[in-house]
Nanobody, 117 residues
Framework: QVQLAESGGGLVQPGGSLRLSCAAS????????MSWYRQVPGMEREFVAN????????MYADSVKGRFTISRENDKNTVYLQMNSLKPEDTAVYYC??????????WGQGTQVTVSS
């Protein structure tokens, strides 16, 4: 059974850092593209970053490029999102996403990130 469990969110001051984790079970993260999205109430969920399966090539939204880093730890079957130089506009619920080759999509429950002084 596929499960995604995000953690690591919280309250941080502008300019601070957080590392989000997405612990996966029921599949191997290196076999699929893994993504992070975020959502603000009343807005559509938006892409933040992803990491390719075999190559590990990463992609980022322009709004986070140079500040966020996506990575994975194969032994722990976990994907991370290191967020540095956080801004108030980064405040959102952050979700981990798995998309299978057949098109089925799985989401985690999300973790709240609040950037405020």
């Amino acid at each position: 059974q596929v499960q995604l469990a995000e953690s690591g969110g919280g309250l941080v001051q502008p300019g601070g850092s957080l590392r989000l984790s997405c612990a996966a079970s029921g599949f191997t993260v290196t076999n699929y593209v893994m993504s992070w999205y975020r959502q603000v109430p009343g807005m559509e969920r938006e892409f933040v970053a992803n990491i390719a399966s075999t190559s590990g090539i990463t992609m980022y939204a322009d709004s986070v490029k140079g500040r966020f880093t996506i990575s994975r730890e194969n032994d722990k079957n976990t994907v991370y999102l290191q967020m540095n130089s956080l801004k108030p506009e980064d405040t959102a619920v952050y979700y981990c996403k798995l998309r299978l080759s057949g098109g089925t999509i799985y989401w985690g429950q999300g973790t709240q990130v609040t950037v405020s002084s």
